[in-house]
């Protein structure tokens, strides 16, 4: 069908382009979308980035496109005078750092909670299964830090973009 036409189905049919032969969708189509969602309490009292447990894998369909990523983490708690550092990786590489901070009362002890969230558009250049990952660590001392306190829940989504 001729660029730029508007292409009518009946109501009940369907469009098979299968069948078609190769077809292409238009730069920045989303073509797959894959989600989960963590709800596992962890706690870690080190300053090096450790795994949180949270990660996906998603099997891009053509080495031009793109991964747009969104992860959080919720549910941060620390203490002490520490606050919760966290990266997403593609396999082993780090791609970005998001950082959580979090208040607290030196005259009521009182421990605060928060979140940190980020976006980011990554370029895997592959058409092989990618897993995507968080990792953590607590900052300042090695005071005791972790995510998903009191039944909160993190999340990591990837959505394949069309390049």
């Not at 795994?51 to 959080?72: E, Q, R």
């Not at 979090?102 to 421990?111: K, L």
């Amino acid at each position: 069908h001729p660029s730029g036409e508007v292409i009518k189905i009946a109501a009940g049919k369907t469009l098979d382009l299968k069948s078609q032969g190769t077809t292409t969708l238009p730069t920045g189509s989303v073509l797959q979308v894959i989600n989960v969602t963590f709800a596992t309490l962890v706690n870690i009292s080190v300053d090096t980035f450790s795994d949180t447990g949270m990660s996906l894998t998603i099997t891009p369909t053509s080495a031009t496109s793109k991964i747009l990523l969104f992860a959080s983490h919720n549910g941060i708690y620390r203490t002490g005078a520490s606050y919760l550092g966290s990266t997403l990786n593609r396999n082993s590489t780090q791609l970005i750092r998001f950082d959580g901070s979090a208040g607290y009362d030196v005259g009521s002890g009182s421990h605060y909670y928060t979140g940190s969230s980020v976006s980011y558009l990554d370029s895997p250049a592959t058409t092989s299964a990618t897993t995507y990952k968080t990792q953590f660590k607590s900052g300042n001392n090695a005071d005791p830090v972790g995510i998903n306190i009191d039944g909160a829940v993190s999340t990591l989504t990837a959505m394949e973009i069309q390049g």
